[in-house]
């Protein structure tokens, strides 16, 4: 091979391996030996939850899963799921004589640790790992909790599949019997989280900085494994393209606008060129999916759409958005969360 072939051909592969870096594909792996989630095993593969509804004590695998399935409540439109569970919990296929589980805890993904959260009573989670992935240009994250040991620390670069902790019962509610590990898969709402949490939350420390669960907006990660399952070469902002718009939002124009530096892919077609005011669309979980330019003007946060729905939003909307009909409307706390968006404004 000459000189200018040899140029030409490492051109190729440099300009090749860049926009591979660019739309990495999502090589994911399940984080623990439990594989019951592609052969359709729910109550082999989730851990259960205890339930006491109407005076009825049960144990449903199904409120281990990712979304509204805890603390059903009763309506006049049916009985509703109100709780939301922005992970899925996976029960352990290995335990020691007393019962402790063993299973080890792996990366899902290429990956460098950013946060490890080692004392139980600084979080829900217990101790908690957050690994960033980058894809698509894009940064996301995946987070392993209720660890009952941890092997890795922040700056850590680990390779998917890479043993990063064991399973334990660790955070609130849990015991030995219901050990699992709770994961998640992640955006981020905003880098000036911590300034906007310290001026509302101040007498609840936060001891996780932007890595709080509150910052961290989880999409369904199960079923994208599945959806990779059918097709490996999916990207998350197609996965989440398929979701359906629940809520939008009319945001005043910032100077600080995190979503659309985090993900540029949210911005719809024609809206780079600012106006008045931002339009994020969300879906029932509270995970951003678009972003318009509006001509709207807006001071602060407004509702400006809701599906339509006989039930109060409050328990449809992790309690973001309260009311029925036309009377729907942000609550404090939604407009609070809303505000992060635009931290400081």
């Known amino acids: 091979m ?15 391996s860049t926009a591979m870096g660019e739309n990495q594909i999502l090589d994911l792996v399940l984080p623990t030996d439990n594989d019951a989630l592609f052969s359709g ?25 990712y979304g509204f399935v805890r603390d059903p409540t009763d309506t006049a439109g049916g009985v509703v799921y109100t709780r939301f569970h922005e992970g899925i919990d996976i029960r352990p296929l290995h335990r020691d004589a007393h019962g402790e589980p063993l299973d080890e805890i792996h990366a899902i993904a290429d990956g460098k640790v950013v946060h490890v959260n080692s004392v139980p009573g600084y979080s829900n989670y217990g101790k908690y790992v957050v690994i960033e992935h980058r894809w698509g240009g894009s940064n996301y994250y995946s987070l392993y909790g209720h660890l009952s040991s941890i092997a890795v620390q922040p700056g850590d ?10 399973m334990g019962y660790t ?11 709770h994961l998640e898969l992640n955006l981020m709402l905003s880098r000036e989280f911590e300034s906007w949490y310290n001026a509302f939350f101040r007498n609840d420390p936060n001891h996780n900085g932007i890595y709080n ?21 999916l990207t998350i902002p197609e996965f989440l393209g398929r979701e359906e718009t629940f809520y939008k939002v009319t945001v ?22 600012e106006k008045s005011s931002w339009e994020v669309s969300f879906a029932q979980s509270g995970v951003p999916l678009r972003i318009e330019s509006s001509d709207k003007s807006a001071t602060q ?18 309690d973001i958005i309260s009311g029925r009909g036309a009377n729907a409307h942000l609550t404090d706390y939604g407009r609070q969360l809303m505000r992060l968006l635009i ?3």
């Open 343 to 345: 931290w400081p404004d």
């Open 41 to 65: 095993g729910g109550a082999a593969f989730y851990q259960y939850i205890d339930r006491n509804f109407n005076g009825v004590k049960s144990t449903p695998w199904e409120g281990g899963q």
């Open 252 to 273: 005043p124009k910032a100077r600080h606008f995190e979503l659309p530096k985090l993900y540029s892919w949210m911005l719809t077609t024609g809206s780079r060129n």
């Open 2 to 16: 000459n000189h200018l072939l040899t140029a030409t051909f490492f051109t190729f592969v440099l300009i090749r």
């Open 157 to 166: 670069t680990v390779k998917h599949g890479q043993r990063i902790a064991v």
């Open 213 to 233: 669960g509150m910052n961290l907006a989880g999409l369904d990660i199960a079923q994208l494994y599945l959806a990779l399952h059918k097709n490996p070469s």
């Open 301 to 318: 946060p407004e509702l400006s759409y809701v599906k339509k729905s006989s039930v109060d939003y409050s328990h449809l909307t992790r």
């Open 171 to 181: 955070g609130t509610g849990l015991n030995r019997e219901r050990a699992h590990l």
